[in-house]
């Protein structure tokens, strides 16, 4: 599915392919939740990173978050530094993909079927999970990848 996204000012705008387009996994660590989060989580797709094109570089910042033992993560936070709106996450370390915000995409996204809610264990105390039947909740990382999950559902090639 080709999926657009833009900032809210409008300054940057993406474009990419995905196969991982349902916006399902809800992550409330606090890195996501205080970079991106609203209601206190952030979703994020799967994208193919040769397919990602960019429009308005010039306007990007990059945020790589402290990890608890001191150490950088090498996960890159975009944003847009005009009206600071959360973008996507690229990781090196898994360079053949690209991670947009949900709240980014302009394109309608489809309804996920359920939600796995993840990093719990981090969430905020304010934070009310509103688990659905058949969500699952994870305290740390699920056990299956954006992907196995859309495979899963019958919707890997969406």
């Known amino acids: ?43 994020n797709l799967g994208g193919d990173y040769r397919t990602f094109e960019v429009q308005g570089r010039e306007h990007l910042g990059v945020y790589q978050a402290r990890m608890e033992d001191g150490s950088t993560s090498s996960g890159q936070r975009h944003f847009c530094t005009r009206c600071g709106s959360a973008l996507w996450l690229y990781d090196p370390t898994w360079p053949d993909l690209v991670h947009p915000h949900a709240s980014a995409i302009d394109t309608p996204l489809p ?16 934070v009310e999970v509103a ?25 890997g090639g969406a």
């Open 1 to 43: 599915m080709r999926l657009e996204g833009s900032c809210h000012c409008q300054a940057v705008r993406f474009s990419l392919e995905s196969a991982q387009p349902y916006p399902f996994m809800r992550c409330y660590c606090s890195i996501c939740r205080k970079t991106a989060g609203a209601g206190g989580f952030a979703i």
């Open 111 to 126: 309804v996920p079927p359920d939600h796995v809610h993840l990093m719990l264990g981090s969430k905020a105390s304010w």
């Open 131 to 155: 688990a659905g039947e058949g969500d699952r909740c994870f305290d740390d990382y699920p056990d299956e990848s954006l992907a196995q999950w859309h495979e899963r559902h019958g919707l």
